[in-house]
């Protein structure tokens, strides 16, 4: 489905020992123990496990929404554990876009207001209304949230990730809130992005079902990475039951 399978994979991100420990009091918890791994330009690659696995954990390091407190991240050769705080923010805004279980779309703005807030802000974004179609939504743009179901707000949360272009798109259960078919074809908006724009897309899911869409699926377990598959033959979302 796309040319990073048959291409020597490139690293956009690589990952080392990467652990985060949380205190409170004297209590501690590991969120992630050491976790290694490269993720590959172009590639979408699923990661799964139960709730507390240290899935969004790492991915919040990741998209540098949260640090870690020991090992190193490299985006693109850059080590993003070693950045400010206001570094993080440049880099979110202008290499990450986000995608998350609840949409957290403005009320009073439309769909085409709500992808419009991000490309006021990004250096070479899309036109709203090229990231809507991009999602599937060409028929809602002057809609309001509340107008739209819960599977076309996250279409419009996915355009407004994308406007700006980013080299690395970051979804933490974004078919987490939805039935199998509305779910379905937010997946299909994933993976349009991911085979067009060429997006790194990283998507985080209990669903073990969705897995098989992706290149390659690390499950985690207890703040580690338990193994790693690589998808031979991979199936459109179209394809996916569960």
Same mark, same amino acid.
């Given at each position: 489905?796309?040319?990073?399978?048959?291409?020597?994979?490139?690293?956009?991100?690589?990952?080392?020992?990467?652990?985060?420990?949380?205190?409170? *009091?004297?209590?501690?918890?590991?969120?992630?123990?050491?976790?290694?791994?490269?993720l590959?330009?172009?590639?979408?690659?699923?990661?799964?496990?139960p709730? *507390?696995?240290?899935?969004?954990?790492?991915?919040?390091?990741?998209?540098?929404l949260?640090t870690?407190?020991?090992?190193?991240?490299?985006?693109? *050769?850059?080590?993003?554990?070693?950045?400010?705080e206001r570094?993080?923010t440049?880099?979110?805004?202008?290499?990450?876009?986000?995608?998350?279980?609840?949409?957290?779309?403005?009320?009073?703005?439309?769909?085409?207001?709500?992808?419009?807030?991000?490309?006021?802000?990004?250096s070479?974004?899309?036109?709203?209304?090229?990231?809507?179609?991009?999602?599937?939504?060409?028929?809602?743009?002057?809609?309001?949230?509340?107008?739209?179901?819960?599977?076309?707000?996250?279409?419009?949360?996915?355009?407004?990730?994308?406007?700006?272009?980013?080299?690395?798109?970051?979804?933490?259960?974004?078919? *987490?809130?939805?039935?199998?078919?509305?779910g379905?074809?937010?997946?299909?908006?994933?993976?349009?992005?991911?085979?067009?724009l060429?997006?790194?897309?990283?998507?985080?899911t209990?669903?073990?079902?969705?897995?098989?869409?992706?290149?390659?699926?690390?499950?985690?377990?207890?703040g580690?990475?338990?193994?790693?598959?690589?998808?031979?033959r991979?199936?459109?979302?179209?394809?996916?039951?569960?």
């Amino acid at each position: 489905m796309n040319a990073a399978a048959s291409r020597t994979p490139v690293p956009v991100f690589r990952i080392s020992e990467l652990t985060k420990v949380y205190r409170t *009091g004297e209590v501690e918890v590991r969120a992630l123990n050491g976790v290694t791994l490269d993720l590959h330009e172009g590639e979408m690659t699923v990661l799964l496990g139960p709730s *507390g696995s240290g899935k969004s954990t790492f991915l919040n390091i990741v998209g540098g929404l949260d640090t870690a407190t020991s090992g190193t991240v490299l985006f693109k *050769g850059e080590e993003l554990t070693a950045r400010s705080e206001r570094e993080l923010t440049r880099y979110r805004r202008h290499h990450v876009g986000f995608v998350f279980q609840f949409y957290n779309l403005i009320p009073s703005l439309t769909a085409w207001e709500n992808v419009a807030l991000v490309t006021e802000i990004a250096s070479d974004p899309m036109k709203p209304e090229e990231a809507l179609v991009m999602a599937g939504l060409p028929d809602r743009m002057t809609h309001f949230p509340a107008q739209l179901s819960g599977g076309e707000q996250q279409r419009v949360a996915i355009a407004r990730a994308i406007a700006k272009r980013p080299e690395v798109l970051l979804c933490d259960e974004p078919t *987490g809130a939805l039935d199998s078919k509305t779910g379905i074809v937010v997946l299909e908006a994933l993976a349009r992005v991911n085979e067009e724009l060429g997006t790194t897309t990283v998507l985080i899911t209990h669903n073990a079902a969705i897995q098989k869409i992706a290149h390659r699926v690390f499950t985690f377990l207890d703040g580690r990475i338990s193994h790693e598959v690589v998808n031979e033959r991979r199936i459109a979302p179209a394809e996916v039951s569960w």
